[in-house]
T-cell receptor, first 120, second 113 residues
Framework: GAVVSQHPSRVICKSGTSVKIECRSL??????MFWYRQFPKQSLMLMAT?????????EQGVEKDKFLINHASLTLSTLTVTSAHPEDSSFYIC????????????????FGSGTQLSVL | KQEVTQIPAALSVPEGENLVLNCSFT??????LQWFRQDPGKGLTSLLL?????REQTSGRLNASLDKSSGRSTLYIAASQPGDSATYLC????????????FGSGTKLNVKP
């Protein structure tokens, strides 16, 4: 299956600093990537849809200036948490939508391994 | 708005037992449904994908069914093993917004040796 690489896997930072998380598609081109946030024992919450070469689409309630998304190439999307605060501590996961059936148009979601962000 | 519910939230079974995980969704206008496995502190691994026109999909000891009209999907795990211990999530993709995937909160499975 398609491989989505996400780095770093864990970040501990001081309040007020910015943190960048990278999501790479290793063996395919991803025109669209998704960024999710997951709190302990809860499901994934879609934060934004990252589109290569254009602005990201943010979900309602997600601050665009807080969570900067850049999708400058077909294999890389980045999420920058600016001026991080303790309430931003969470598990962040990226995913890419991959077409697995040319004839049927079937698409699957493949996920990165996630980034645990802890803001002190 | 689509809502996805997974029951039970947690399940503990002895090794070798067959088990069923449930996923229900409120809007039957779905494009597909996907089952994932998540290990602690890790990302999600895709297990099975069922298109809206399909009734079930099988992979090894896993079998997923879909009843779109009743808004339900089940994931059947045969002959469970300790290595199956993880959280299992289902995600529904809507027909009208292809970028929207609605996730359930997961079922945490513990298979005891």
């Amino acid at each position: 299956g398609a491989v989505v690489s996400q780095h770093p896997s864990r970040v501990i930072c001081k309040s007020g600093t910015s943190v960048k998380i990278e999501c790479r598609s290793l063996d395919f081109q991803a025109t669209t990537m998704f960024w999710y946030r997951q709190f302990p024992k809860q499901s994934l919450m879609l934060m934004a849809t990252s589109n290569e070469g254009s602005k990201a689409t943010y979900e309602q309630g997600v601050e665009k200036d807080k969570f900067l998304i850049n999708h400058a190439s077909l294999t890389l999307s980045t999420l920058t948490v600016t001026s991080a605060h303790p309430e931003d501590s969470s598990f962040y996961i990226c995913s890419a939508r991959v077409k697995i059936g040319e004839r049927t148009g079937e698409e699957k979601l493949f996920f990165g391994s996630g980034t645990q962000l802890s803001v002190l | 708005k689509q809502e996805v519910t997974q029951i039970p939230a947690a399940l503990s079974v002895p090794e070798g037992e067959n088990l069923v995980l449930n996923c229900s969704f409120t809007d039957s206008a779905i494009y597909n449904l996907q089952w994932f496995r998540q290990d602690p502190g890790k990302g999600l691994t895709s297990l099975l994908l069922i298109q809206s026109s399909q009734r079930e999909q099988t992979s090894g000891r896993l079998n997923a069914s879909l009843d779109k009209s009743s808004g339900r999907s089940t994931l059947y795990i045969a002959a469970s093993q300790p290595g199956d211990s993880a959280t299992y999530l289902c995600a529904v993709r809507g027909t009208y917004n292809f970028n929207k995937f609605y996730f359930g909160s997961g079922t945490k499975l513990n298979v005891k040796p």
